[in-house]
Structures are given as structure tokens and as C-alpha cells.
């Protein structure tokens, strides 16, 4: 493997070829479904992408209006990119077409190889070093592919019958495709998007040639990762070590217990590490380790869309005082604390109901015994926002069914939207979906995130307040 | 506290003049809002309650069609229930004409006693005082109510605007109101309730009372409890392990970390508890600690709507390889492994496609290369539900934007619906939330819980596996 650390130096020049190809060779069968390479090209005319677009076939002339090539030596132009979704067997073979055309980069789409069996992993082997010969960069095999929200390169081979995403600064890296577009409507969800990479069996390209190059890229603010395994330790913390500190890395990572690792292993080939080294090397070099699947898609959002807290006091604004205990719990666990407000605040708020200025501000009493309570909610907010011992604020929200309070919601967002330089993490409850559905999104319009959870809420914040003591630690 | 332990054999009497009551007095203000007396009369008469019902107040001559009592001694017949929503001040007064009139149960909604300040504290010892004198029960000061769905005695005193309810038989008890009918939709989540029931600052009546009472509801299969402290620890462990081997008692627990259980003994005047002793004590006797407050809504389902397993062999059917990973970690958690399915199954599913019969069984790659996929889903699903080796099932499930398998996999379902004892954790997830809703709700129709992540699914199979191993102790 002595190639390919020689050639690390370069990765990122390398990356560039997949994520700002400028020309596409789809290499594969162009029947009709919802797997395959018209998909891909589906995709990327849905996405807008300007580059070219080379569909690669022997027995087709057309495809959705492209002329069709029966092989990539008879383009006469450069191409930068091929996706490979052809018989794994021959694979290797229209890869070194490939590399032969002077191509730097392929995302082989196909799977078989040594996720399946013996036969698949000296298939693999063989790419690897064909990779390794010529210089032609892999990602994959076994990829539902990349996205660049920034030209519009979405190489989805999966048809989810829903083509929006929103551009935005979170990028998504993971060894499965279930964070690809097809699995979850990002755009639906207000969750912006700069890169997608599914590295799959990660055979070439792996998780730190990814964080490096997203370490230089503009457009991603935000590194969010699944990992089953890590290919090389060492280079990994370096990595982390150097880019945790400028952009967030929120990291998922299987394989915690030993039952996991042995399934991962017999996954992709890569050797267990104990969790709990794993987990002090994570915490030394600065990863932010996420617990579930689901914080994939909802951690992110904290980072990218409201500013870091400047420390550690938490002010919560609750309807319900069960779930302040809760959240006092879940706080501790990230060094939240929950302090007192400064006596002009308490005096304010004790002014308008008894025992309103302690924290958790409850605002279930005086909601059901003032009358004119919702013209009061923003002056309560504001007051607690604008308290010199809260750094960051849980904001809990009770709708009812017919929504009656939505605008005033939004209202007092819109009101502090660039008031405070504090982060806001906002749960929503009520007894129809649809309203909570209605409110959350008007709120993730103005940049407030909300949350699945009254944990979930917290756990964000308290993930921002570990990332901005990351930022202070040099 | 001589009285108390005294009346304590009584319990389970005392609390069927709760949700048994045959008539209910309101006592209360009934201006128009969606909090107080007009609110629980409305809550009433929608959830068909037929009990009389009396409303108190000397201002008012008619509230709703019902005629108004200046006070309950001018009310003729027996009452057995008070709902008390007037001044904190006036309680006390009003709870000793509720006893003299030979009632035997009255809920205190009302707040401002113990959770506010001194004075409350106060007043609270003095309702306590009464109780114990005259043999009246409380349940409260400052709760949501209770409800039985059986007797339509649903005393909410906050209207949301949804009045449905699923009889069921999960009874829900809690130390807030966040578990009341206006907080989520139990009806549109298929979450079928016996009773519930927020005791407030369990002033009178507590978790163990009402434990013991659940145990022998006849309605109630399932308890799941949220408590921020323990009224008293002794009765408690013994309650719990008499009727954890018999109904499942799901808890959650706030105040786990030291900070946490600060704000809760400042909220309820309760003892702390070191959590590790706490959980080491429930481990013992029995009860199924919840991780997240979600989790209220989504364990309980398991217990109510799917058999136990006979074993901690756990299958899974998965599109996506990454998830199969993290799943075998979580069950791991739980004691639940991935056993090799029989060599008969193996077989057939390879003979469908290479590998297919490994668990996780993938069938992401059948379902992208086999054209006719969708017909031989069922096969597979048959397959590993029939296979000797496999205890219990989790399904994850792909839909995509226009819902096209919709109809498949809700047939899929209806197929093995009784033909398997076996229980089946589903999670769903695609680029359209409503399409999701959707087949959720066909497949709990169906009476298979469908979950939010795929850790979810997996807690949910591994807290049935521990339950069933605690049926198995004796």
C-alpha cells in the first residue's frame, strides 16, 4: 500500500475530480426502474447540472434525449468523472478504459464485491490496484453515490420520486447509503446541504480523505459521519485533530459493542477497535460523538444554523415542569448548568406571575390563569433571551390542535431573530401532527431548529457548547 | 404519617371512586377558555362520560346545559368524585365540605401548593391533614387529571381542540401533565389507553398506590410511569416487584444526575436518590427503565400489541446494510443476538439471491437487480418470520415519494398477521413524511408498532425479551 500513502498528499486535488466534475460518463444499463443509470441521469438533469453528461452503452443509441457512446474511448472530449453500475465482473476492466481516457475519478455504484463473498473481495483487490497503477481515484464499491449541491452533481441511482434538496452548509459522509437523497427529504426538512458521499466499502477513498477535503471546502461548514469502521487510525485522529476545531465533526460510529464489530468486520473487511479507546481518542482529538441514527439528521442543524453558545448556563422556558427536570438531567451530561436569572430579570418576570423568574421559567400557570397570556409570552422570552447568566436557551412549545397559536410563535422568532447572539433549541409538542409539522417548519424557515425530543433539544446544545470549547482550546 | 400506612390496604378501594366514579362534581370557574371547569365538562361530555355530573360554583345558574350548585351540600345525591379548581387558598375549605358531604375522592388541578413556596407548602400539609382526618383521597394539587376510557371519565382540564381517544390497554401515570390526552394525539398514534393519570405533587395518593391499583384493572396490560422521585422507596420495590412479573412497568426516571435531582427535590420536597442504587434496586424488582421521554409513547406499544418473544434470537430484514450494524450493537444492549437462520432457509433465500440468506437478510441488492422484486418480498419476510431460529423480527422499510409499496407491504402484513407468535419491531423511512404516516398507520391498524430510528425498534424487542425473562423467573 505504499502507493497510495504517497498519493495522499494529493487527496484532496483528488476529490475535486468527483465533487467538481465538470463532465460525467454514466456507465451502465438504461432501462427503465427505479435503480440504475437512467436514475443517475434523471438525477442529475433534476439537480440542474451544466456539465456534460456521456451515457456509456454498447446496445443503446439514445437515452432520455443524450446520444449514447458504446464505450468511453469513443468520447473525443476530456471526461472527469464515470459512474461504473455495470456486472461487478466487469468492472475492472471498463475501469481501466477509464483510467486509459486519462479519467482521475469513479464512483463504482454496484455492490458484490468483499461485502459478499471471496470472489467479490479479490474483484475488490483487483480495483484497488488498478487504482493504485494508474491513479485513478475510487469511491465505492458498493456507493448509492455523491451529491454537490453547489453544481448540481447528484449521482443518486435510486428513484425516490423526490428530487429537492436544499443547499446549505452540512456535509454527510457515511459508509451506507441511507443518508443519501433517496432516504430522507432534506429539503422538506429545512436541512441544508453542501456535499453527500456514501464511500460504501471505502475500498480507496476513505473518511479522512473526505474530512480533508472537506476541511478546504467553502461551501461546508458542518461534518456530520456514520462509520462502521475506521481504515486507518492514526491518519483518522490526525485529521480530526486538525479540523475538529475549525468545523464541527458529529460522528456516528458503529460497532460499539463486540457482536457490532464482529458484523462490521465480516462487513468490510476493516479490524474492530474497543469502544472505549475509540471513544478517548474521539474525545482528545475533538470528534462530537453522536448516540443515534436519528442525530444524523438533526445534530447538524444546531451547527448550522445558530451561533455557539459563549458558556454554560442554560435557560429553559417550559410549559411543563416535568420535562425541565428532564432536560436538567440530560444537560448535565454536556456541562450545561441551569443558573439563576440576575435579579432584574427574576424581578421582572416575578412581576407578571408568582415564581416566574425561577428556571426553568415555567410558563404553564400563568398560561392557564391570565387572560391575555399570549400577549404576554414575548416579553417573557425576550427577558430570558436577553439575561446576561443564560448563554443558550430550551424553548418548549405546546400547540394545540387547531393551531390557534402558530403566528404568535413565529411572531416572537421572527421578533429576536437577530437580536441575540445566543443558540435556541426549540421542542414542539401537541395533539396534531400537522400543526406541529406547520409551526416547525416556520420556524426552521427563520433558522430556529427543532427538535424531535426533549433530550434530542438538548443534547444540541450541549454538542454546540463542546464544539465552541473545542474552538477556545489553542 | 400513622393514618396514611393505616389506609394503605385500602388503596386499591380508595382508587375506584377515582376512575370508577359514577358522579363528578366540578368545582370551579366556567368562563369560556381553554383552561378550568367548563374545559373538564366539555372533556367529559365528549368522551361519552355518563355519570352525573355536578357543577359547583354560587355565581353561575347554568354552565353547558347543566344546572349549577352554589356549593356541594346542596346537592342531593351522592358524589363520589370532587375535580377542585378554584383559589389555592380556598382548597382546603372547599376539600372539608367535599368530606363532610361523604366523598371519597377529589382531585386538586389546581397549583400554587408544595412546587411554589412556603405558603404553599402550607397548604398543601394542610389538604394532607384532611385527608387523613376525614378518609378523603387526593390526587393532586397541580395536575392535568386522570382518565378512563372505559367509563368515558376523561377530566382534562386543558382544552387542545382533540377529543379522540383509543381504548386500549396501556395505563399511563406520571409526575406531570405532559402525558395527558391534550399533549399527543394517542388516538392517530394507534396507542391504545386504559387510563391515565397525572398525580401532580402526589401530595396523598402515589406511584405505588396506583401500581397496585393498575394491577388489578382488568383493562390495564401495560404500566408505563414517569417519576422525578419516589414517594417511598421500600413500598415501591415491593409494589414493583410483585406486578412487574405480571404487567410490564415501563418507568422512566428523572433526577437521574445529581443536578437533576436537585431541581426535583426543590420541586417536590422529595428525597434524592443516587441513581445507580435506584437503578440496581429496579433491576431487581423488576421494572423496564426507559432511556428518553419518547420513549413513553412508543415502548409501551410493544407490550400491547405484539406476543412476547420465546427467545432473544433476533432476525432482521433490512434495505440498507449500515442500519443492520448499529442494530446489532443496540440488541446487544439487551441481550438480543443475530443468530444464523437454519440451514432450509439459507437455502431458499440464496436461491432467490447470492447471500441473501445472511443476517441482516439485505435486500437492498436483490431489490435493485430483481425486476419482479415486490412479488418476492413476501416469500422472504415468510421465510425468516417461519425460521426456527429466529425469536423476533426487526423490519426496516423503505418507502419512496409516491408510496408506491404501500399496499405491498400492508399486505405482506395482513398475511402473517396470526400466523407468527412472534413479535416484529418495523421502522419506516423515506423522502415523504405523509407516505410514511400513511403506511404507519395501516401497519398499527394491523396492530404492528412501527418506530421512530432503528435503535428504538431494537429497545423496544429488547425490553419484550427482558419482560418475558422476568415472567419466566418464578
Known sequence: MTTRSARQS?????????????????????????????????????????????????????VQGLRVYPAVSDVKEMIDLAIIMINTQTVPQVLRECAEKGMKAAIVVVDGFAERDQVG????????????????????????????????LNISPYDAGYYKLKEGSVAICAQTGMTNPQAFPYHDFQFGVSKICDFGNNCDVDESDLMEYLEEDPKTSVISMYLESITNGRRFLEVVSRVAPRKPILLLKSGKTQEGARASASH??????????????CNQAGALRLERFNDLFEMPKMFAYQPLPEGNRMGIITITGGVGVLSIDEGAKYGLVVSKLSPRTRDSLNDIFPNLGEIPVDIGPP??????????????????MADENVDCLFNIIWVDHVGRSVEEYETVYKLIRDKYRKPIATWLYGPNPCVVAELRQRMEELNFPVFSGPETSIRALGMAL??????QRN
Open 466 to 471: 463542546r464544539f465552541r470549547n473545542l474552538t
Open 268 to 281: 468490510t473487511g476493516s479490524l474492530a477497535v474497543d469502544d472505549h479507546i475509540f471513544q478517548a481518542a
Open 10 to 62: 494529493h487527496s484532496r486535488n483528488d476529490l475535486r475530480s468527483f465533487f467538481d466534475a465538470r463532465s460525467v460518463a454514466v456507465i451502465g444499463t438504461f432501462r427503465e426502474g427505479w435503480f440504475g443509470g437512467s436514475v443517475v441521469i434523471k438525477s442529475l438533469m433534476n439537480a440542474g447540472y451544466k456539465g456534460q453528461i456521456y451515457p456509456i452503452n454498447p446496445t443503446y443509441k439514445e
Open 121 to 152: 473481495l479479490l474483484l475488490q483487490r483487483e480495483i484497488v490496484d488498478i487504482a493504485e497503477r494508474t491513479g485513478i481515484r475510487i469511491i465505492g464499491p458498493n456507493t448509492a453515490g455523491i451529491v454537490n449541491t453547489a453544481n448540481g
Open 367 to 384: 398560561a392557564a390563569a391570565i387572560k391575555d397570556f399570549p400577549s404576554r409570552y414575548p416579553e417573557i422570552f425576550n427577558a430570558v
